[in-house]
């Protein structure tokens, strides 16, 4: 057991805080022969001088700064442990498992993130980056509190939440758009795609377009969309992602005579949203809320 407890150690610090024993009796609404018999004990039992008297006034020794400064970590952190327990106590998670498909725009994902940290710094999140079937996948096991899919997922009640558009696109100096003219699936069939893997363990599915003879298959969003700029590939991209590269003209939208431009409706899922806890909800409504406020150009 430590010799000196933790109110000792919250009674040293109110006296530097406060200039003194007096005001910090008052601010901490203790006697000031309680505080001087705590700071004293405290010196007693660890054999070392922490204050020292300055005219009527009290100053830590360079003992005490380096003690107390260690201190004040374990105060905050008995603080927020209370705080942790307490906010369990009312039926707060320790943690929310979010299951999010690699399409769903990165700021808004940031955005969300930072809200909830803020509201809820001491619940811990795990984020999985999941592609097509990978995150209606978790849901079913049970492994996911929330997800956000393209995909509906059966025996679920989704909301909407964003559309996301996906564009053909290659570097602007792949040998489709050298013909420099409208495109069609014959021309596409003769270049390499990039696509990527569905995330699912036990049912993954093939999505989009993938006729071309030569493809290249990876398992993240961003990987793809490297090798676009790369110019080792075509793709069907989130104009999210790419907003940049359009801009500049580093990646150009192939000029095809149909599909040229998809839309991808996602969706909010709980896996059970009446037992879901606070964090869980505020975790969506952060998502929301980021969504709104990110993605205007979305619908």
């Known amino acids: 057991m430590s010799r000196v407890t933790l109110a000792q150690w919250q009674m040293l610090a109110a006296v530097v805080d406060h200039g003194g024993f007096a005001r910090a009796a008052e601010a901490i609404h203790k006697s ?35 003690l107390l400064r260690r201190a004040r970590q374990l105060i905050e952190s008995a603080e927020a442990l209370e705080d942790v327990a307490g906010r369990l106590a009312e039926g707060l998670e320790a943690e929310v498992v979010l299951s999010i498909d690699q399409i769903f725009p990165t700021n808004a994902l940031a955005v969300a993130l930072s809200r909830f940290s803020a509201a809820y710094p001491y619940v811990r999140v795990q984020l999985h980056e999941t592609v097509l079937n990978g995150g209606i996948e978790m849901l079913y096991d049970g492994r996911a509190d929330l997800a956000i899919s393209g995909l509906a997922a059966q025996g679920f009640l989704g909301e909407p939440l964003v559309t996301i558009r996906f564009i053909a696109v290659a570097h602007r100096d792949h040998e489709l758009h050298g013909l420099e003219r ?118």
């Open 32 to 66: 000031p022969s309680t505080l001087n018999h705590a700071v004293h004990k405290l010196e007693e039992q660890l054999g070392v001088r922490v204050l020292a008297p300055v005219g009527r006034q009290v100053r830590l020794t360079e003992a005490g700064e380096m």
């Open 182 to 299: 409208e495109l069609d699936l014959r021309d596409l069939q003769r270049h390499r795609q990039m696509v990527v893997r569905d995330s699912a363990l036990r049912q993954s599915m093939d999505a989009g377009w993938l006729k071309a003879e030569q493809r290249w298959t990876v398992s993240h969003l961003e990987t793809s969309i490297d090798m676009v700029r790369r110019c080792l590939g075509f793709a069907w991209l989130p104009e999210t992602r790419i907003h940049d590269d359009l801009a500049s003209g580093v990646l150009r939208p192939l000029p095809l005579a149909a599909g040229g431009i998809r839309k991808v409706p996602m969706q909010m899922i709980f896996r059970d949203r009446d037992r879901a806890g606070p964090a869980t909800h505020a975790m969506a409504r952060a998502l929301h809320g980021a969504v709104a406020s990110t993605c205007s150009n979305q619908e």
